[in-house]
């Protein structure tokens, strides 16, 4: 349901910008980490370049907007996509599906919850770049703790991922992404139905919030903000 062409084609930017936050291990797990510690907590799941500047500045941004404690586990441990990597969708496709699917990032999740569990963390909030976004629902059709979810610039959805769903939805989209009306549609049925919401820009491009995205330009940095 999104564009498999940007998602597979279009490379990261080089960004100089500093973080803010630490990187912490949960375990064995690495964790990008900004923001006083909060029983209420969002986490980031990255798209396929990882911990990269540009994400971790979404997560500084977010934090302070919100005033919440934001985390961002290397779920990759360091082994991501790189630019060369690119063009090859097959080979993504296959990655995705050795390293990324549901069945091997769902343990690693419950690590975090734990941890943050322990620490008198009573909620999440999920946040999911492009293949992040696909976890993200997945994670809110299996556990109440995952109180509500933003998806942006989404990829590999599914119509039933939105039946499964148990929380309220922020869908953000770029000019690639496929139509996700029937999507939608499910969820604005549900019971929070009108909680459930979808912003579309159609003057940026897909991963503009993430590590595809270049913050120096206003056109990238607005939505964002938004």
Known sequence: ??????????????????????????????????GE?????????????????????????????SGKQVIMPDFFRGKVLTEADLGDRAAIMEWIGRVGNF?????????????????????????????????AIQLSGNDSYYKSTCLIHPSR???????????????????EEANLSEFMDVLYKKPFGDKCKHVHFDDVHHGFAAARGNWEEALHTLPCLK
């Open 103 to 135: 069945e091997v990032i769902s343990p690693q999740v419950e690590q975090v919850k734990d941890k943050l569990t322990s620490e008198g963390v009573t909620s999440m909030s999920v946040v999911g770049f492009c293949w992040g976004a696909k976890i």
């Open 1 to 34: 349901m999104a564009s498999e062409k940007a998602c597979c084609t279009i490379p990261p930017v080089v960004s100089n910008y500093q973080a803010i936050g630490e990187l912490e291990t949960f375990g064995d797990l690495p964790v990008y980490r900004v």
């Open 37 to 65: 510690k909060s029983e209420k907590v969002i986490m980031v799941i990255y798209d396929v370049f990882g911990l990269h500047n540009n994400t971790k500045q979404f997560c500084d941004v977010l934090s302070k907007h």
């Open 157 to 175: 959805l599914e119509v039933k991922d939105a039946e499964a769903a148990l929380a309220p939805l922020l869908m953000i989209t770029s000019i």
